[in-house]
């Protein structure tokens, strides 16, 4: 199984921050790589998939880099409602594996 | 408006069995491949199990197999996770999830229902 290492688990910002999370596969998932939103007591939402693919109606201040390995999403200006967990997840194989989760907190 | 709606959730004795349902709407099941995945309390999300279009292959996190069985209903657009010999860890939130063919996308995920084990 490809497992999925997020860093950091937590994460302190203000509003207007530019913030970086990371995501490192154990093996190459060429551009497999999509990132979900979890909001406390909500479903996770899509944000970005095929590493840097903006999904439909996700504002554009977000965005995703990377290939093979090493991934980010990267928030450009922290708005108040993006404080929540991220997911990162490989969709190059089964089983669909997540990274642990990024909470990102408001500082 | 494509939707996703789980429901059989519930609390359950250790060694019991429930069986959790998905309600797609708005687009045609078979046309999907769906999965299932867990959130335990405060934890992260985990992958459950997943099964193809036409219900002839499945897949299956270690932690379940053989216990859990997925399968579905496409003339009626429903998705099914059977949970056997349930155990205090299989406590969480179930969703259900549609992947897009092509690049595998988990696009639209149900609200959850949660399925507690205890005595």
């Known amino acids: 199984d490809i497992q999925m290492t997020q860093s950091p688990s937590s994460l302190s910002a203000s509003v207007g921050d530019r913030v970086t999370i990371t995501c490192r596969a154990s093996?190459?998932?060429?551009?497999?790589l999509n990132w979900y939103q979890q909001k406390p007591g909500k479903a996770p939402q899509l944000l970005i998939y095929a590493a840097s693919s903006l999904q439909s109606g996700v504002p554009s201040r977000f965005s995703g880099s990377g290939s093979g390995t090493d991934f980010t999403l990267t928030i450009s200006s922290l708005q108040p409602e993006d404080f929540a967990t991220y997911y990162c997840?490989?969709?190059?194989?089964?089983?669909?594996?997540f990274g642990q989760g990024t909470k990102l907190e408001i500082k | 408006e494509v939707q996703l709606v789980e429901s059989g959730g519930g609390l359950v004795q250790p060694g019991g069995s429930l069986r959790l349902s998905c309600a797609a709407s708005g687009f045609t099941l078979s046309g999907y491949w769906m999965h299932w995945v867990r959130q335990a309390p405060g934890k992260g999300l985990v992958w459950v199990s997943r099964?193809?279009?036409?219900?002839?292959?499945?897949n299956y996190a270690d932690s379940v197999r053989g216990r859990f069985t997925i399968s579905r209903d496409n003339a009626n657009n429903t998705l099914y996770l059977q949970m056997n010999s349930l155990r205090a860890e299989d406590t969480a939130v179930y969703y259900c999830a549609r992947e897009l063919t092509g690049d595998r996308r988990f696009d639209y995920w149900g609200q959850g229902t949660l399925v507690t084990v205890s005595s």
């Open positions: 997840q490989q969709s190059y194989s089964t089983p669909r594996t």
């Open positions: 099964i193809n279009s036409d219900g002839s292959n499945t």
């Open positions: 093996q190459s998932i060429s551009s497999n």
